[in-house]
């Protein structure tokens, strides 16, 4: 669908949305049901480089968020739930309107402590600690989630996919412990999973053929937080009309450790990952891979007032583990170096006006344009290594 | 000299007058509950959506207050020992991911009470340890 059949359905669901006072929200939850939403403006200014739309010695207004989520328990053992998204984020997101999940939840072991259940439909898939709720502004640690770990660029892959997963969850004296065990098929044909796999759009079909998911956490009574993630994905590329590639395959492995540490009003979080990226079969023109990508980030935050807080980050990403300063990739290719990096250190603060609004301003110093959105800036060759960015963002929820 | 102790000491009264921590909050739920006490670590397991029954396996239904409102920070801070922006941090986390549903907001303890009263499995909180009509309150362990 094109952006410009559904602004008009978006604007709907903004206005709707905006339009739920809060003297209607006593009607949007009961025992069995709930109904929750939120919409989100921001705007960004860059130098060098674009970033959701034109934001290059400018302002770009492109990116919004806003989604309706609804939850209903026909059965005490059975959860439905599902979530209606608008997102515009510049040129690397035009859909509109999506529906972002839609599962069935049914827990078919519960008592006072433990739970076990089976989830499948269209299932929010565990990654990190922030990816199931990567839409909703409030969750975030900021206004953009840490680049390297998260990556925008290939938000597809990682959002939700038709599948089922096992999952359990038991609280005892050494804490609360949860897991999810799960087989999906990913969402591997977006025109920015094609530019972080295979270098450009291309005119064929990248295809999910199957994904492993696990991940295992646990809360320990000291208020830490350690977490496991496991994902196991393959792709199928299907020649496009003139298209140099042949039928190729990619394959992506990700083993994810998160840690978080709460000490009264801060807290400390980091997250690594080595992301394993194949390609092959596609030919002379894209010659088979195999790349170890790092990716990580260290991040504090501080509640120094109970409506406001601070945070700092610093992350990196690295195309290629064994290439950091991209030196021979730029020898071998002749493409820019700072391709395969970025190290972002990031300055935010959040204020909750009230419980509904949430302002936030956020500083971007990036070095390097590993995760830089490719559609916002197609001329590669224009693409420069250092570039700063300022974001605003107001976010209303009911 | 005595004229300045006697100020403070009315200001020390006052603060304590005035201080909205409930130094025996008081935990309610519906009457069909059949317990008589929680201790801290099952009343948090409950606000944190970790405990999703009650002992007799009927659904536990969780009310709060809003996130500003005095007797849910004091409530939050001195019984739980959680702020109110982490406790929403888990709400969130558990409901937008389809995993829970995050307790039903009131906006006041007479809708509190009301609601409590009248939502078999409820259980909330009110700023002052008292008996009610058709409400059960919990002792704390």
């Known amino acids: 669908m094109t952006a410009s059949r559904l602004s008009g359905w978006s604007s709907l669901l903004l206005s709707g949305l905006l339009a739920i006072s809060p003297a209607w929200a006593d009607e949007l939850a009961g025992p069995r049901y709930h109904i929750q939403g939120f919409a989100a403006q921001g705007l960004i200014g860059s130098t060098n480089n674009n970033f959701f739309g034109n934001s290059r010695d400018g302002v770009s207004t492109e990116f919004t968020e806003a989604g309706l989520h609804g939850t209903w328990q026909p059965l005490d053992a059975m959860r439905l739930s599902g979530q209606v ?71 597809d ?64 009574p000291t208020d830490t937080t350690l977490m496991l993630t496991y994902a196991n994905a393959t792709g199928d590329y299907t020649p496009g009309n003139a298209d140099v590639l042949r039928a190729g395959n990619i394959h992506f492995r990700n083993l994810l450790f998160s840690a978080q540490q709460r000490l009264d009003t801060l807290t400390l979080t980091a997250e690594y990952g080595e992301p394993r990226f194949d390609t092959a079969n596609f030919g002379p023109f894209l010659p088979n891979s195999h790349r170890v990508i790092q990716a990580a980030y260290l991040q504090g935050e501080w509640r120094f007032l109970p409506a406001w807080e601070l945070m700092l980050r610093h992350d990196i990403f690295y195309r290629d583990k064994h290439d950091k300063s991209g030196r021979q990739f730029a020898a071998a290719t002749g493409l820019p170096a700072h391709s395969m990096f970025a190290r972002d250190t990031t300055l935010g603060l959040r204020w909750d006006t009230t419980p509904n609004l949430m302002l936030r301003a956020e500083f971007h110093h990036v070095d390097g344009t590993g995760w830089l959105p490719g559609p916002d800036n197609p001329v590669f060759l224009s693409r420069e290594q250092r570039w700063n960015m300022w974001l605003l963002q107001a976010a209303y929820r009911f | 000299m005595t004229h300045v102790r006697f100020l403070f000491l009315r200001l020390v009264l006052l ?106 499995g409820g259980i909330g909180y009110t700023s002052k340890d008292m008996v009610y009509d058709g409400i059960k309150t919990l002792r704390l362990e």
């Open chain 2, 15 to 120: 603060t304590c007058l005035a201080s909205p921590i409930p130094a025996s909050a008081g935990i309610i739920v519906n009457p069909d509950v059949e317990v008589r006490s929680i201790s801290i670590s099952s009343l948090r397991n409950i606000y944190t959506l970790r405990q999703i029954l009650w002992p007799n396996h009927h659904p536990i239904v969780v009310f709060v207050l809003p996130d500003d409102n005095p007797v849910h920070v004091a409530f939050a801070k001195e019984v739980l020992g959680l702020y109110p922006y982490r406790l929403r941090e888990v709400w969130d986390r558990m409901s937008f991911s389809g995993m829970a549903s995050a307790p039903i907001q009131v906006n006041d303890e007479n809708e509190m009470r009301a609601r409590v009263r009248a939502t078999p």
């Open chain 1, 85 to 155: 998204l608008y997102r515009r984020a510049g040129a690397s997101d035009k859909d509109g309107v999506r529906v972002d999940y839609a599962q069935a939840d049914w827990q078919f072991y519960q008592t006072t402590t433990t739970q076990l259940g089976l989830k499948f439909g269209k299932v929010k898939l565990p990654y990190g600690l922030y990816n199931e709720t990567r839409d909703v502004p409030f969750t975030r640690p900021g206004i953009l989630l840490p680049q390297s770990v998260y990556v925008d660029n290939s938000r």
């Open chain 1, 157 to 220: 892959l990682l959002l939700a996919a038709p599948g089922a997963f096992l999952h359990g969850a038991s609280v005892q004296k050494y804490g609360a412990t949860d897991f999810l065990l799960g087989w999906v098929r990913p969402d591997f044909d977006s025109p920015s999973v094609d530019y972080s796999f295979l270098g450009t759009t291309r005119p064929g079909k990248l295809k999910g053929k199957g994904a492993l998911g696990a991940r295992l956490r646990w809360d320990l």
